[in-house]
């Protein structure tokens, strides 16, 4: 059975920092393209960042560069993101992906950031 758990959101003021985890199970972690995207009250959900497999390099939506980074451990099938200076408009519920060779879900994690 596919799971993927995501964990580390929270409350936190302008400018502060929090670390997601996504751990996952029932699937080979390794040669799969991991992201992770967010949706804010009202809004369609979006990208904020993506992972391929094998080394190669991350992307990230406009919104978060320079200040997320994605990262992930094969080893511990888990995927992260790391999010500084963070803003309101960062506010929203953040979803870990794996988007290829098949797409599935995780439930989210809140991120508040409080104006």
């Known amino acids: 059975q596919v799971q993927l758990v995501e964990s580390g959101g929270g409350l936190v003021q302008p400018g502060g920092s929090l670390k997601l985890s996504c751990v996952t199970s029932g699937f080979t972690f390794s040669i799969y393209h991991m992201g992770w995207y967010r949706q804010a009250p009202g809004k369609e959900r979006e990208l904020v960042a993506t992972?391929?497999?094998?080394?190669?390099?991350?992307t990230y939506g406009d919104s978060v560069k320079g200040r997320f980074t994605i990262s992930r451990d094969d080893a511990k099938d888990t995927v992260y993101l790391q999010m500084n200076d963070l803003k309101p408009e960062d506010t929203g519920m953040y979803y870990c992906?794996?988007?290829?060779?098949?797409?599935?879900w995780g439930q989210g994690t809140q991120v508040t950031v409080p104006s």
């Open positions: 992972i391929p497999s094998y080394g190669n390099p991350p």
């Open positions: 992906k794996s988007d290829w060779p098949s797409i599935h």
